[in-house]
């Protein structure tokens, strides 16, 4: 199980460039493990520190900018492209991420999203140009089970798709296995009730 997420309220760190590929969000490098942990040090490597040196941080890059901090990631158009590694997930979890926000994502990218906790919230061009035209210590409040996001200093919203299932693993901190044992007994009496 994964902690459930209901609404997370948090500042959030932007990047707002396009189509960011998941050899960039996790360098294929790093895909030697096959646990989850650790590869949040590793998200963005290569825009994070010059010549892959963690004593050299890119001090334009946000990650490595202090007054960005939170819970949310807001990203560009078409976020998640490229090859289906689910390691990209895993480092934007690792790193603390429980939401990303973007106007587009890659549908493997989403679904490795969803079934590792991380909840990918898509709006339209206009609401994400505003989310990136806020100052760093905006804050923004994600409400799953009204399927929202809302900017907190201007009361702006806007709601996003999600599908059911998911949404309810996201909100009990399922995995797939885990709703299973949680409907066992709806099961059980399915099978008393056939047999």
Not at 67 to 92: D, M, P, T
Not at 111 to 126: I, K
Not at 153 to 171: A, Q, R
């Amino acid at each position: 199980m994964s902690k459930p997420l209901s609404t997370v309220t948090s500042r959030f760190i932007p990047i707002p460039i396009e189509n960011i590929d998941t050899d960039q969000i996790i360098p294929a490098r790093f895909l030697k493990a096959t646990t989850k942990e650790g590869f949040g040090k590793n998200l963005f490597r290569d825009w994070r520190y010059e010549n892959d040196d963690e004593t050299n941080p890119k001090a334009d890059f946000p990650l490595n900018q202090a007054q960005y901090r939170g819970e949310i990631l807001v990203a560009g158009k078409n976020f998640g492209c490229g090859s289906s590694r689910e390691h990209a997930a895993w480092s934007i979890q690792d790193y603390g991420f429980r939401v990303v926000v973007s106007s587009f994502f890659a549908d493997i990218f989403k679904n490795n999203a969803l079934n590792n906790g991380v909840l990918p919230v898509q709006v339209s061009d206009g609401f994400l140009q505003k989310i990136f035209a806020l100052g760093a210590d905006s804050e923004l409040t994600v409400d799953l089970a009204r399927q929202t996001i809302s900017i907190i200093s201007t009361g702006e919203s806007e709601s996003f798709d999600i599908n059911s299932y998911k949404k309810t693993c996201l909100l009990n901190g399922y995995d797939d296995i885990d709703f299973l044992l949680s409907i066992k007994p709806e099961i059980e009496t399915f099978e008393t009730e056939r047999g």
